[in-house]
């Protein structure tokens, strides 16, 4: 190949990576959040990893879909959607095959049947024992989603197994939680035989390396489930490298799809010999939309017994959503086709990087190795993330979770500069009020701050006191201007 083919397609990968970025830097004009004004203080939602906000194109494909199937219900099922949203998902986590993409209603429900597959799994292949008397131990996260602890806690109560929690590390420990995890999963006689993990701790955003610990878990045999919810979509992950038995993601959060749905990768393996949770015909040999299996009168096998190619055995009773399924497809278009992961992982990680700033020069701490979340905590202080989540909530209109010992602050593709700008000025104006009261100059420092709060969406939640000026903050009109335009220039500002 000439060097110049060489240089015309490097060109057209530049300019394809030019044009998803442009559409990035646009994105709030996606999603019908508060308009920004300048010199005022609208809405400010920080909270991503709770619930992302649909698209107005999403919610359009939805009313589609409702409205086919009020007017033409005899036309509601659409494989091709259900394809798509496959095909997509597969690109996303470097999937050659959709057919290994499952989907259920929930991430529990997903956990849930690789726990049941793994477990009947590996007790019908041990010849001279079985998982109730081998002691051994499922590795979890202290403070781990709930989702993906209940299905292997309830495994616990019937085997011998036992949960192993990897504690989370302290303030001054050098070890990040990949180290403390690797430790374990290394140490033989801890006999690890499952690692039940996620890529991001929900709760302190820190990033676990997950291709060190696929790579680790794939040598030693290990059954690997990682829970990507709050990393798929906005982190880079590639399933050839990590190597998991499974992985799953609910598409309410960074997938920007609505409830009711979790998509789920399977590895070849359980494709062949997995069983599902339910039994129904949808996902049998021959099923197809309306059309019934037949029934044979002869034997105890009336109905086809086996299973569609692929993960597809895996899926819940009953039809797909034929409502979520259109929607899913267009955010998934989205965020695969158009934006492009990277660009948006790069655009998260310059949000959070400002945060972390802001933090480190007020004391506060976080993970070191965060991206798209970022926990924050105060040294002795435990109420921290409740203390200043209610305040942020009722004083100045930012919508941010608590999280255990974190306040978990969570921005996308929706967000500007200048709703981080007014984040990291409330964050120190919290810390300022903060030690008014610990020094005794004005005890009822924080519950008597106020400021001028504007809710353009009438949402419901109206602050308790309106009174003060942004200027108050040293936010002046001219820096509220160039904040606007930080991210994409003086066209790109909402009005």
Known sequence: MSSFQNNGKGHSRRLQTEVAQ??????????DLPKEELNTLTRVYLNAASRTPLMKETVEAGQVAMARQMQTPWSIASEEDELKVREAFATLINCHDSEQIAYTPSCSYAISLAAKNIFEHTSKTQKDTDLKT???????????????????????????LQLHVVKESGDDDANSLTDNIIG????????????????????????????????????????????????????????????????????????????????????KKWCSVG???????????????????????????????????????????????????????????????????????????????????ECDDLGLTTAENYHHIIGIKQRGNLD???????????????????????????????????EVTIFVRALREFMRLQLLVKTGVRANALSASTFTLHDKHNSGHTPRLLL?????????????????????GEGMRVE
């Not at 035989?193 to 997950?210: F, K, M, Y």
């Not at 919810?229 to 906005?234: A, E, H, I, K, P």
């Not at 003060?468 to 991210?487: A, H, M, N, V, Y």
């Open 22 to 31: 442009s559409k990035l830097i646009a994105a709030r004009y996606d999603f």
């Open 134 to 160: 081998l002691n051994k131990r499922i590795l979890i996260l202290e403070d781990q989603m709930s989702s993906n602890v209940y299905p292997w806690q309830h495994l616990t109560q019937k085997t011998d």
């Open 184 to 267: 374990d999963l290394l140490n033989d006689s801890l006999a690890i035989t499952i690692a039940a993990l996620p890529n991001v701790h929900w709760c302190s955003g820190e990033v676990i390396d997950i291709i060190k610990i696929g790579k680790i878990c794939f040598e030693k045999g290990i059954c690997l489930v990682i829970d990507g919810t709050q990393s798929l979509g906005v982190l880079p992950f590639d399933v050839q490298k990590v190597k998991p038995d499974f992985v799953c993601a609910s598409v309410h959060k960074h997938l920007f799809g609505p409830y009711g749905m979790c998509l789920m990768y399977a590895s």
């Open 275 to 357: 069983v599902p949770l339910e039994y129904h015909e949808h996902k049998r040999r021959g099923a197809a939309g309306d059309v019934c299996l037949p029934f044979n009168v002869a034997g105890n096998t009336p109905y086809e017994e086996r299973y569609a190619s692929g993960a597809m055995r895996f899926c819940a009773g009953g039809r797909i959503n034929p409502i979520i399924v259109p929607m899913l497809a267009h955010s998934l278009n989205k965020i695969v086709y158009e934006w492009g992961v990277e660009n948006i992982s790069q655009k998260n990680k310059k949000m959070t990087d400002e945060i972390k700033r």
């Open 384 to 418: 921290f993330p409740e203390q200043i989540s209610r305040w942020l909530k009722d004083k100045v209109n930012i919508i941010i979770s608590a999280r255990f010992k974190y306040l978990r602050v969570a921005p996308q593709v929706y967000n500007t500069p200048r």
């Open 468 to 488: 003060c000026q942004i200027e108050e903050w040293g936010l002046t009109e001219e820096d509220d201007r160039r904040s606007l335009e930080k991210d994409g």
